[in-house]
Each structure stands twice: as C-alpha cells, then as structure tokens.
C-alpha cells in the first residue's frame, strides 16, 4: 500500500512538472507560409512542405467526378511546360463537392495515373471546408492568415500559387482553366526572379 501510495505521488508530481513547461508541440510558432505545414502524400508518407522551398508551387484541390476533372490533363501540361525552372503542382483530392471524389487514395493515384499521365505530386484525400478542414487549407483561407486572397473553397479545382518563400500570391477559382494566361502569365512572373541567380530547389538537383 505505502509502495503503490509514493509511486502515485511520483507520478503526480511528475504530472505537475511537465504542466509547468510548454511541450515541444505545443511552443511551436503559428505557421508563417505554407512551407511550415507537413502533409500526407497520396502513398500515406509524411512530407514537409519545406522541402518545396524554392519552388513556386500551385496547390489545387481535386476530385475524379466532377465538371472540372477535366483539368488534370491542362495542370499536367503547365506542370511539363514549367517544372524544369522550379514549378510544382501539389494536389489534394476532397470528397467535400458533391462527393465527387468517393474513392481510396489508391483508386484515385490509380485513376489520375492511367486517365491523365500525371507526374506532379499528389497528396492523401483531405477536407477543405467544414469542421475537419485541413490545416493548411485553414491557413490558405482564412481571412487572418490570408487576407489578400480569403475566403472558403467555392468548388473542386480551386488553385492557390504559392512564391519560393511560401507565400501565397494569387487564388483562381475552379472555371480558371490550368492553361489560362490569367495562370500561365502569374506562373511565369512567379518564376522569373530563377533568372536573376536565385536558384529553385529542383534546378539546383538537375542534371547539367
């Protein structure tokens, strides 16, 4: 009894030390940029946006039924056109539209894979709108952390580009198709500081 009695204080006052002192967890800074974020790839793979640091980057939210779906063949071209000076395209399926988007992470890699040869990285299926709306896209909508650009996911396909800090410089809605100059022209102006010396993440690792 006297036993069990000092091992409950031990642990009680174990408890009260580590109350006192903010867990590594939670004394992390609210993020600053989309880079801050780590996410699930379409395989289930942690992966830190950082890494994209240097690259401009174009997140786009997806579904495999719906009006838009369509759109993967014009972001998979803009991905070919751009991806050699430093332009990412990241994709994150949501089932939130019309439940557009009912299949497994598998189905949907599949389905992208064999319908519209995509090669850009694409991510696990997520919510992004409601309660269960994934950090990131809480971040890339909220009027506090976003003010320039605001507001909830209208549809699928909505796409936010993102500068090589990680900052978020422009928002189009779903009908903006991949290839629009309204995209390909912001694209582009995104890039151009590649060729004043500043070298993207992927230039700096491609064969000469």
């Known amino acids: 009894m006297i036993r069990s009695l000092s091992l409950c204080l031990g642990m009680a006052a174990a408890a009260v030390a580590v109350a006192g002192t903010s867990s590594p967890i939670s004394a992390d800074p609210a ?7 780590t996410v699930k790839d379409i395989d289930g793979k942690n992966v830190k946006l950082s890494k994209y640091k240097g690259d401009v980057i174009l997140i786009v939210n997806t579904a495999s039924k719906c009006g838009f779906t369509h759109e993967y063949k014009g972001l998979e071209a803009i991905y070919e056109k751009y991806k050699s000076k430093g332009f990412v395209i990241l994709a994150f399926p949501s089932n939130d539209f019309g439940q557009q988007e009912p299949g497994t992470d598998l189905e ?14 694409m991510f696990s299926k997520v919510d992004v709108k409601g309660e269960n709306k994934a950090p990131l896209y809480s971040f890339l909508t909220s009027k506090e952390t976003d003010p320039k650009f605001p507001g909830d996911i209208t549809w699928n396909f909505n796409k936010f580009l993102i500068d090589r800090n990680g900052n978020l410089i422009n928002r189009f809605d779903s009908p903006v198709e991949p290839e629009d100059p309204k995209i390909t022209s912001a694209v582009e102006t995104a890039l151009a500081p590649a060729k004043t010396g500043v070298p993207s993440a992927s230039a700096a690792t491609a064969t000469p």
């Not at 890699?109 to 995509?118: H, L, P």
């Open 108 to 121: 949907i890699k599949q389905f992208c894979a064999s319908k519209f040869f995509v090669k850009f990285d």
């Open 31 to 37: 993020p600053k940029s989309v880079l801050d974020f």
